[in-house]
Nanobody, 126 residues
């Protein structure tokens, strides 16, 4: 059974940092681009960041560029999202996503996500 399990969410003050992890199990995802989406209260789910299967390329939503960094460790079947200088508007449930194998973008599309995690809550207080 394929699973994506996020961890690392929590409550942090504005300006603080958090690192989210997404551990995949059930199969290897070394040929799948991986990404993060988020859903803020009362809003649609939106793209945050993605990383190519070979780790060469990364992509970010404009709202998080320069503050968030996505990385992956294929040996551990894990993807990370380092979030710095957090703002109250970053408050959301963050979801890990595995795209179709070898997919090359655009990464904001949800219909090319093969697997989703259950989500982890990030709350940023002002």
């Amino acid at each position: 059974q394929v699973q994506l399990v996020e961890s690392g969410g929590g409550l942090v003050q504005a300006g603080g940092s958090l690192r989210l992890s997404c551990a995949a199990s059930g199969r290897t995802f070394s040929t799948n681009p991986m990404g993060w989406f988020r859903r803020a209260p009362g809003k649609e789910r939106e793209f945050v960041a993605a990383i190519s299967y070979n780790t060469i390329s990364t992509y970010y939503a404009d709202s998080v560029k320069g503050r968030f960094s996505i990385s992956r460790d294929n040996a551990k079947n894990t993807v990370y999202l380092m979030m710095n200088n957090l703002k109250p508007e970053d408050t959301a449930v963050y979801y890990c996503a595995a795209y179709l194998r070898y997919y090359s973008g655009p990464y904001s599309k949800e219909d090319v996500v093969n697997y989703w995690g259950q989500g982890t809550q990030v709350t940023v207080s002002s």
